[in-house]
């Protein structure tokens, strides 16, 4: 896709930037929050974080956003802040 940048990483989706807007996949994201995958489709549902992005056959939430659901969620408040 165009505007797309892809920085790899092993054997893991890789992070996502578009434009100026970092994109982190549903496991990033989950490991970020202290949850299970499946917990962030509940996160949605209620409201407390963004729905994620579809970029070509992957899903990813916004870094942004998922920022914001750690500092207002007990358990993502208690991991340690992802160094980029």
């Known amino acids: 896709m ?3 940048s892809i920085m790899a990483h ?3 989706l890789p ?4 434009g100026k807007t970092d994109l982190l996949s549903i496991e990033q994201t989950a490991q970020r929050l202290a949850v299970k995958p499946r917990t ?8 407390w974080l ?3 992005k579809r970029y070509e056959r992957h ?4 870094r942004d956003a998922v920022e914001l659901a750690a500092s207002q969620h007990p358990r ?8 980029t």
Do not use: M, N
């Open 2 to 4: 165009a505007g797309i």
């Open 40 to 47: 962030l489709r509940d996160w949605v549902k209620r409201g």
């Open 10 to 12: 092993r054997s893991t």
């Open 76 to 83: 993502g408040s208690k991991t340690q802040k992802e160094s």
């Open 50 to 52: 963004k729905a994620p």
């Open 59 to 62: 899903f990813f939430y916004e």
């Open 15 to 18: 992070a996502v930037e578009v």
